[in-house]
C-alpha cells in the first residue's frame, strides 16, 4: 500500500504560508520563477488539475500523453501536477539525470489504492492454482509501481483508459484470460465493448476469501476484474443519465471509462479525457453535452467553448480531491526549492521496481 508520507518527512509542509504571501503574490512568483527556470524545469498537468495550477503547465494531457511526454524531455526537473502513480511513471520514463517532483506528496489517489502487491500475489498465485489456461495480468496504469512491476514480472502489460482496448485485444491473443486491475469498471467497460458477454466475467474481491470465487467461476471465466473503482467517477450514476433524458432529451452525454457500466451503457459516448476533450472540440456551435468525468475539466471546456453548453453530468460536485491536493503554493515552495538546488519531494522509484515495470511500460508504449 501506498505510504504517502514515506518519501520525505521534512518537505511535507509547504514553505509558503498566507502570511508570508497573498494569493496574487504566490501567482507572481510562481510566473517569475517558471520564467526564470525555464531551461532547468518542464512542467506537467494532467486535465484534472484546477486551473490556477493548470495556467502553468507547459504540457497537459491524459495520463498516456503525459507518460509518452516524460519519455521525451530533457530538463533536468521535471514538476508534475497530477497524481503519485503519474510522478511514478513519469520517474520511470524520465533519465538518469532527471527529478520528477510532485509539489503535494499527499496527491495520490484512492483507486490506486486499492490493490497493493501482497494482494495482488496472493490472488495470482490462487488464480494459477485453479485453472490450467494462461493468464495475462494488465494494470491500469493508475497504481502503485510494485503493481506495474508485477505486470512486467509475469508477461503482462499496463494501459490507459485511451488504449485499454488496443492493450486488452493484446492480452488476448497472448493469453486465454485476462487478469485485470484496480479499476473493474475500465475492464468491464472495455471487455464489453470488445464484445465479451458480462457472462464471462468476473470480480475478485481481495476483501473476501479466495476472492469470493469458486474454482469453477475461475475456470469458466475470460476476465477476472480486481474489486476496485474510481470514487471520483462512482458518483456518476443512472438516475443522473435518466434525470437528464428527461429534462434534456437533446443533450449528448459523454462519460469517462471510470463510470460504472450502467452509466457507461446509457451515455452516448464514452472515452478517456482527451478523448472528451476532442468530442467537445468537434461538436458543433450551440451543442450541449453533460460530461461524466471530474468537474476541474468540465468546468475548463465550459468556459472554453462559450458556444456549447457543456455541463457536469451530476448535479453535485465530482472533485478529485487528490487532484485538488495542488496548489499553487504547493507549487511555488517546489519551484523555489529548485531555484535553491535543493529540490524537495521527488519522487523516486526504487531501481528492483524500476526494471520490471519499465518492462510492462515499453510493452504498453510498443502495442499502441
Ligand atoms: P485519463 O487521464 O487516462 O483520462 O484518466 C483519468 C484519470 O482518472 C486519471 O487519474
Ligand atoms: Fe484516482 Fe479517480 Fe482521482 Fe483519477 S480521478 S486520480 S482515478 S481518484
Not at 478529485?320 to 535543493?342: E, G, H, K, N
Amino acid at each position: 500500500m501506498l505510504n504517502l508520507f514515506e518519501d520525505k518527512k521534512d518537505d511535507f509542509l509547504p514553505d509558503v504560508d498566507e502570511k508570508q504571501l497573498n494569493d496574487e503574490q504566490v501567482i507572481n512568483e510562481l510566473w517569475s520563477l517558471k520564467k526564470k527556470l525555464k531551461d532547468e524545469m518542464i512542467i506537467l498537468g494532467h486535465h484534472y488539475q484546477q486551473d490556477d495550477v493548470i495556467q502553468f503547465a507547459d504540457i497537459t494531457g491524459d495520463s498516456l500523453k503525459l507518460a509518452r511526454e516524460a519519455a521525451k524531455l530533457d530538463h533536468p526537473y521535471i514538476v508534475f501536477c497530477g497524481v503519485h502513480f503519474m510522478a511514478e511513471t513519469a520517474d520511470m520514463l524520465s533519465k538518469e539525470n532527471q527529478k520528477v517532483i510532485l509539489p503535494d506528496l499527499n496527491a495520490g489517489c484512492s483507486m490506486a489504492d486499492m490493490a497493493n502487491r501482497e494482494q495482488i500475489d496472493k490472488a495470482w498465485s490462487w488464480l494459477k492454482e485453479h485453472t490450467e489456461e494462461k493468464i495475462i495480468p494488465v494494470t491500469y496504469i493508475n497504481c502503485d509501481a510494485k503493481l506495474k512491476a508485477f505486470v512486467g514480472e509475469n508477461d503482462g502489460s499496463i494501459c490507459t483508459s485511451s488504449n485499454a482496448e488496443e492493450v486488452i485485444k493484446w492480452a488476448l491473443n497472448s493469453g486465454e484470460k485476462l487478469m485485470f486491475f484496480p479499476d473493474q469498471h475500465l475492464g468491464r467497460n472495455t471487455c464489453f465493448k470488445m464484445g465479451i458477454p458480462l457472462e464471462d466475467m468476473v470480480v475478485y474481491n481481495p476483501n473476501m476469501l479466495n476472492g469470493g470465487l469458486t474454482s469453477q467461476q475461475v475456470k469458466d471465466a475470460k476476465v477476472i476484474l480486481w474489486y476496485g473503482y474510481c470514487s471520483v467517477h462512482q458518483g456518476f450514476t443512472k438516475d443522473h443519465i435518466d434525470s437528464l433524458r428527461k429534462s434534456s432529451p437533446e443533450t449528448k452525454i459523454i462519460v469517462h471509462p471510470e463510470c460504472s457500466f450502467d452509466v457507461c451503457q446509457g451515455a452516448d459516448d464514452a472515452g478517456s479525457t482527451s478523448y472528451i476533450i476532442n468530442a467537445v472540440d468537434k461538436s458543433p456551435k450551440g451543442s450541449q453535452i453533460a460530461i461524466g468525468t471530474e468537474i476541474n475539466l468540465v468546468n475548463r471546456l465550459n468556459a472554453k467553448y462559450p458556444d456549447k453548453n457543456i455541463t457536469s453530468l451530476s448535479p453535485y460536485q465530482c472533485l478529485c480531491t487528490t487532484m485538488y491536493r495542488v496548489r499553487p503554493r504547493w507549487l511555488l515552495s517546489s519551484f523555489r526549492a529548485i531555484d535553491r538546488s535543493q529540490p524537495i519531494n521527488v519522487i523516486s522509484v526504487p531501481e528492483e521496481i524500476k526494471i520490471p515495470s519499465l518492462k510492462a511500460l515499453d510493452r504498453m508504449l510498443e502495442i499502441t
